[in-house]
């Protein structure tokens, strides 16, 4: 078992105990240190703790790190400045309206969150397994530790969720993702989502010489080479680019669940739920949660947790539904990306929504202008 500023407090006791060191686990306890609470963070992986994924930062969630004090090191992020779609020879662009985006490998991301959390002054102990909750706080390596609050960071397949007695969900879904880096120079400071018959390829340029290259589909056997040969022209450009790492997969779940805390349990992350990783706002949803959380730990009071939980996962989950039906239906996606192609305005207007730079009135207004011009188109 390896630690970090540990112990916490000399009592042997801390005021948050949480399970899982990735993001989530991290931003809750550097939001949590920002309330003077003491904190100690442990996880069974050794660091850096790395996930498959797209790699990009949206400029929300660049925004949300910014608020826990976080800012990106220059050199260990790429910018990038919008978004860009291709289907079936179609291809539409737009930039975000405001702020940087940014591709950085999640490895580099989980360094930078560490680091930051330690001169917080949170506890951390890696390659520290959870084995259980109990009365008095929870209980590492069968150890107990004792803690007023007990937060489960531990990802998708949460074990405190189970402990706790929150696995009932609404809504239940999964897709499965695929992730390679490749070493070859950014052809476009876009992050490109490629759409095909039946998978969705992300490129995000996390590096002056570096692409990450993720499929997402339903199917677990889809691996990314089987996947390339649908897109030629990508396939083409990376043909001869050498890989910086393994193939490595995950699982991206779609959760609701129905309770999000119970008594001085609490869940945030993925544990807590999840929208598909087609959006690209993960990361962002995870980093609101962590703070609204450590907000309702330092009152002393989750019953807020509950609700306004709900409410920060209203527009990923929208847009992550209107995506997921473009990916489902071929003919709804040819007549949206001819839209979007002959009306550049709509998709400025789209990623606005999804970035979270619109107003709740022009979420409206521009949820019902895309419409009517799919209909129209």
């Known amino acids: 078992m390896l630690s970090e500023n540990v112990p916490a407090t000399g009592s042997g006791s801390v005021d948050v105990f949480i399970a899982g060191g990735g993001p989530a686990g991290l931003a809750t306890a550097i939001a949590a240190r920002r309330h003077g609470l003491s904190v100690l963070v442990a996880d069974g992986a050794p660091t850096p703790i790395d996930k498959p994924c797209g790699e990009g930062l949206m400029p929300d969630s660049v925004e949300a790190l910014h608020k826990l004090g976080i800012t990106l090191p220059e050199g260990d992020a790429f910018p990038f400045r919008g978004i860009r779609f291709l289907s079936d020879g179609s291809n539409a662009a737009a930039e975000f309206p405001s702020g ?4 950085i490998r999640r490895t580099t991301l989980h360094r930078i969150m560490v680091d930051h959390a330690k001169a917080a002054g949170v506890s951390l102990l890696w390659q520290a397994a959870v084995t259980g909750l109990h009365p008095e706080g929870a209980l590492v390596n069968g150890k107990l530790v004792k803690a007023r609050w007990i937060v489960g960071a531990d990802g998708s397949s949460s074990r405190v969720r189970s402990w706790a007695n929150l696995d009932a969900h609404r809504h239940l879904s999964h897709r499965f993702a695929f992730r390679r880096h490749y070493r070859i120079h950014p052809w476009t400071n876009f992050m ?17 010489d570096e692409v990450c290259v993720a499929v997402i589909s339903q199917s677990p056997k889809l691996r990314l080479d089987d996947a390339l040969t649908e897109f030629p022209n990508l396939s083409a450009r990376l043909q001869s680019a050498e890989h910086s790492d393994n193939e490595r997969g995950a699982i991206t779940v779609t959760r609701k669940l129905h309770n999000v805390y ?10 807590s739920g999840g929208v598909d990783a087609i959006t690209g706002e993960g990361l962002c949803l995870t980093f609101r949660q962590s703070a609204l959380l450590a907000d309702c730990l330092a009152t002393g009071d989750l019953r807020p947790y509950q609700t306004r939980h709900r409410k920060i996962a209203q527009r990923p989950a929208f847009m992550a539904q209107m995506m997921l039906l473009m990916g489902r239906q071929t003919s709804l996606r040819a007549h949206a990306m001819r839209a979007l192609e002959s009306s550049p305005h ?15 009135r022009d ?4 949820s019902l202008a895309i419409g009517w011009n799919f209909l129209r188109v």
Do not use: N
């Open 363 to 366: 979420y409206l207004t521009s």
């Open 100 to 103: 940087t985006a940014y591709g």
């Open 262 to 271: 119970r008594d001085r349990i609490a869940l945030v992350g993925d544990a």
């Open 192 to 208: 490109e989502l490629h759409w095909g018959r039946a998978c969705q390829i992300y490129v995000t340029p996390v590096g002056a």
């Open 346 to 360: 709509l998709f400025a207007k789209m990623l606005a929504m999804h970035v979270g730079a619109a107003t709740p």
